[in-house]
């Protein structure tokens, strides 16, 4: 008969846990004791998680455990707020081990019960066995007249272990060791570091036919902790920090995880510059769950004056290669972050919406791209994709070798626009070091070195034509 292999659990009593002290003196400091809880949020991951707890202290040695701290936290950042009569000794931090592996890890070599129900009867056996071994997570056991490995049914746990180092914990801990001055009841400010907690910035903008654009940015909270921050104050940090590699303690498998989505507006206060970065502090508090991704509403920016770009890039070269077949010019919004209402912008997506459509039609989805980090004054352009009703194609007209490094071409460009407005257009140059440009049917600037840029009106329904003759000396 083929047994269906059914899965393992632990049968623990309460009793016995009770009556298991930790070690000796500490004493378990959990949420409960919670005053107050601030997170500031980088946009790499990193969260700065300020708390204070009230906890009871006596004169000298102290050792605290505190549950509900991040398992992610970087142990070496733990710091205490100010004080003269308490000082930080020592920390560790320690997962649960009141779990079914670590308790079967434990109970290695001791006697247990393999407990099977009849499917016939629907009775149960309990067998005595004795565990042999844990090894990669499989329980080997020997029940006297055999050896089975990974056997159906349930282990049950005749004792708890007694001998854990540190104690059984049926959640994480950060362990600390304390000299403390004084006795009685305090409050007890604390700070880490912790990874798995971080924002992006995301934005939807809306187009209107006037090219006037309404820009409303949101932040994606993201908690990838196995803990849960309740009404915790929140700061969100916009730019990078520096961070070297540093170990963390052994992090527990992930328990499946509540994910949800959600979206709220928070008033939020001015961005204010700190240390290079712009900081923003929201009004009121925020919760966030284990695994959580939660949406708010940041602020939003009316009547942005905006440009639609068409833009040629790389299309004007030196030598051949140029493409025999028309291409489609990239389409680009460009806008000033500037005005009254003008705030530093965090880098992230931007989703566009093109309003220019009929009356009553609704907006079309028009493009994504990422905007890096935009001070107040800053430019942005995005480029969003291509415009098909506006195209170009390049020919090499000319060539003459004038010795073997040098050589002349002439080029031309013809640009067609299908709209039924005239377009500016954009064409950019891709040249190689010693090119030099001798004549142009009209005047390019210097983008950058070897990218000259030709700025050009191309009528409704017409054309227009770019030439230039290019010298490359190598």
Same mark, same amino acid.
Not at 73 to 81: E, I, N, Q, R
Not at 175 to 182: I, P, Y
Not at 386 to 407: G, M, P
């Given at each position: 008969?083929i ?23 500490? @004493? ?5 004791a919670?005053?107050d ?18 906890l ?10 505190l ?5 992610q936290l ?29 308790l ?12 099977r ?6 009775e ?7 565990l042999l ?13 055999r050896?089975e ?5 349930r282990i ?17 801990a ?35 036919e006037?090219? @006037? ?15 849960a ?19 963390r ?10 994910v ?7 008033k ?16 009121g ?14 602020f ?25 077949r ?15 209402n ?12 093109d309003r220019s ?13 990422r ?8 430019e942005?352009?995005l ?36 709209r039924?407005a005239?377009?500016?257009v ?42 230039? @003759? ?5």
């Amino acid at each position: 008969m083929i047994l269906h292999r059914s899965l393992l659990v632990v049968t623990l009593s309460l009793a016995g846990l009770a009556a298991l002290p930790l070690s000796a003196q500490e @004493r378990v400091i959990g949420l409960e004791a919670r005053q107050d809880l601030g997170l500031t949020v980088y946009q790499n991951g990193l969260t700065q998680v300020d708390e204070v707890r009230w906890l009871p202290l006596v004169e000298g040695e102290n050792r605290i455990s505190l549950t509900g701290i991040s398992n992610q936290l970087v142990l070496d950042s733990v710091t205490l707020g100010a004080a003269d009569d308490l000082a930080l000794v020592s920390q560790s931090y320690l997962p649960a081990n009141l779990t079914r592996s670590e308790l079967l890890k434990q109970a290695v070599g001791q006697r247990v019960l393999l407990i099977r129900d009849n499917p016939e009867t629907g009775e149960s056996e309990q067998l005595d066995a004795e565990l042999l071994s844990m090894a990669d997570g499989m329980p080997v056991l020997d029940l006297g007249d055999r050896i089975e490995i990974e056997p159906a049914g349930r282990i049950a746990l005749i004792s708890l272990p007694r001998d854990v180092p540190g104690g059984l914990r049926a959640e994480p801990a950060l362990t600390l060791t304390l000299d403390s001055q004084r006795k009685g009841s305090g409050e007890l400010p604390l700070t880490y570091l912790t990874d798995g907690l971080g924002w992006q910035a995301s934005y939807v903008a809306r187009l209107s036919e006037e090219d @006037r654009l309404s820009l409303v940015a949101s932040v994606t909270l993201n908690n990838q902790t196995d803990v849960a921050f309740q009404d915790a104050g929140l700061r969100l940090v916009a730019g990078e920090v520096a961070r070297t590699q540093m170990p963390r303690p052994a992090m527990l498998r992930a328990s499946p995880s509540m994910v949800a989505d959600s979206s709220e507006e928070q008033k939020m206060g001015a961005p204010v510059s700190r240390t290079d970065r712009y900081v923003y502090t929201l009004d009121g508090t925020v919760s966030l769950q284990p695994g959580e991704q939660q949406q708010r509403r940041l602020f939003a920016l009316q009547d942005i004056e905006a440009d639609r770009l068409y833009r040629f890039d790389g299309l004007a070269t030196a030598g051949g290669g140029q493409p025999d077949r028309p291409v489609s010019a990239g389409l680009h919004l460009a806008f000033d972050n500037n005005g009254d209402n003008a705030q530093p912008l965090p880098a992230g997506t931007i989703r566009v919406y093109d309003r220019s459509g009929e009356k009553g039609e609704a907006a079309l989805f028009a493009g994504e791209a990422r905007m890096d980090h935009t001070p107040e004054g800053g430019e942005v352009t995005l480029r969003l994709g291509e415009a098909f009703d506006v195209s170009a194609i390049a020919r090499q007209t000319d060539f003459e070798r004038l010795s073997d490094e040098s050589f002349e071409a002439v080029h031309k460009i013809v640009m067609k626009n299908a709209r039924t407005a005239e377009v500016e257009v954009e064409v950019t140059g891709s040249m190689p070091p010693g090119a030099r440009i001798l004549e142009e049917s009209a005047e390019s600037e210097a983008e950058a070195a070897g990218r000259p840029v030709w700025t050009l009106e191309v009528p409704a329904e017409g054309e227009t034509t770019l030439t230039y @003759r290019v010298r490359v000396e190598q």
